[in-house]
């Protein structure tokens, strides 16, 4: 049974598979600081870049 689960070697998927997601969020710093007008330019970057995460695109 423990072939199937190798416990040992390099690991091939990402470090921190979440680190897309707080990238994306990330985006929303600041968004205090912006007047009302340039929010929804911001929003839309920010979706974008968690649908792309999410597919699998980024």
């Known amino acids: 049974m423990d072939e199937f689960y190798d416990t ?3 690991s091939s998927g990402p470090a921190d598979p ?6 994306a969020l990330d985006a929303l710093d600041g968004l205090d600081d912006l007047p009302p007008a340039d929010h929804v330019a911001r929003f839309e970057a ?3 870049a ?7 695109d980024a």
Do not use: N, T
């Open 8 to 10: 040992e070697g390099p």
């Open 46 to 48: 920010v979706h974008d």
């Open 50 to 56: 968690l649908r792309a995460h999410l597919s699998g």
């Open 18 to 23: 979440d680190a897309g997601v707080r990238d």
